[in-house]
């Protein structure tokens, strides 16, 4: 177990009377930058490193908050862009916040909508005031402002809040990195200047691209404003993973090591147990959702595409390592019959399968650091999974 400073207990109490929200490391482990943790909110408490499943407007597709829940996990990711087009934040307000309106008890971090609005919008121009862009919905012109972002996730009421962040795709040439860099910043400064509401955590988005010297001077830059957490942003946008990588070990050791340290979007098995061994405490990504209802599942004898001809008469479960709904009670052979034939219980079926999976590998990678074998369960964990990939 680690040591820790009573002087750290003393901010921490104080950060939690302020904000709602408590972070705690609980154990380090010896060979490497990952480690236990604690996050501490007024609906409760989450083991990290923790994986989110994405509720992008206000619902995990194809499964309930109840079967969410059971499945073991205590927060979820929904995304403030889309819910300010439909239904509205001042309408969720009403109705309670974001936790009433969906009946979700657990934690909800909400994403400022910079990646949505970068990857979704028609037409989109970014200013120093803010981003204008088209609704991908109706086509209606809006104006994005730092300030707005801010407006509609405290509406939300959500747990965890972030900045409005300047994404870039890759390739992009360094100058406009760098000004997109500091122009997230000077929003993130905007972004605490607005916030009205003591509860919810604000994190700030370091950004920089694939440029090592930028992604510092992003992360020295937004750590200025004692932020109460800090994400790796702008990764997993086309670029090798070698570069994803190099650029996580850069970023990592330069956000404070008693903050939260969150990697958006980055979701490949292989990738968040890289995440943990770097120090990532939370991850989140729509891929073993968005694959469940394309048929990927994830197993613990690799990825299984359930509509390939093999599986058309295999009496076995997906994975016998599992314990979901799933694979204690059907066969490969009648899920694809479902897949085939289009029903809905199909895709839920393997929605449910594969948050069971990656709420099963979050939980035994946490195991293993507590035991300190972090090293060899990565190892055997990624060895079995590259066994039998379809």
Request: proline residues 5%; glycine residues 8%.
């Amino acid at each position: 177990m680690c040591t820790v400073n009573p002087l750290l207990f003393m901010e921490h109490a104080v950060r939690k009377e302020r904000m709602g929200l408590e972070f705690k490391i609980i154990h380090k482990d010896a060979g490497s930058a990952a480690r236990v943790g604690l996050i501490t909110t007024p609906r409760g408490e989450i083991a990290t490193p923790a994986f989110m499943p994405v509720g992008t407007k206000a619902t995990v597709k194809a499964v309930s908050p109840d079967e969410v829940w059971d499945l073991g996990y205590r927060m979820i990711l929904a995304n403030a862009y889309h819910l300010y087009l439909r239904p509205g934040h001042e309408l969720v307000e009403r109705h309670g916040g974001l936790h009433k309106f969906m009946n979700w008890p657990g934690g909800i971090l909400t994403d400022s909508g910079g990646f949505q609005v970068f990857s979704l919008a028609r037409l989109r121009k970014v200013t120093e005031e803010g981003v204008i862009f088209q609704s991908h919905i109706d086509g209606s012109s809006r104006l994005f402002t730092p300030e707005l972002s801010v407006e509609v996730q405290e509406s939300l009421g959500s747990d965890i809040i972030m900045c409005l962040d300047d994404v870039k795709g890759y390739p992009v040439e360094k100058e406009v990195a760098r000004e997109a860099g500091e122009r997230t910043t000077r929003w993130a400064e905007r972004c605490l200047k607005s916030k009205k509401k003591v509860d919810p955590a604000l994190f700030g988005i370091v950004q920089g691209s694939m440029f090592s010297d930028l992604r510092e001077l992003s992360a020295r830059s937004l750590t200025d404003l004692n932020l109460d957490g800090y994400a790796v942003g702008g990764l997993s946008v086309g670029e090798p993973r070698e570069v994803m990588v190099e650029m996580i070990e850069v970023t990592l050791p330069l956000i404070p090591e008693r903050s939260l340290r969150y990697l958006m979007g980055v979701g490949k098995p292989a990738d968040i147990l890289d995440g943990v061994l770097r120090g990532v405490d939370l991850f989140d990504c729509v891929l073993p959702t968005r694959n469940a209802r394309n048929g990927m599942l994830f197993t613990s004898g690799g990825e299984k595409n359930i509509k390939n001809a093999c599986y058309r008469d295999d009496p076995e479960p997906p994975d016998p390592a599992c314990a979901c709904p799933l694979c204690s009670n059907y066969s490969m052979a009648y899920l694809r019959h479902l897949f085939l034939e289009k029903e809905i219980y199909g895709l839920r079926l393997a929605t449910i399968h594969n948050l069971s999976f990656y709420n099963h590998m979050m939980e035994s990678v946490r195991q293993a650091m507590l035991q300190d074998r972090v090293h060899s369960f990565v190892a055997e964990f990624l060895a079995g999974m590259e066994e039998n990939n379809d």
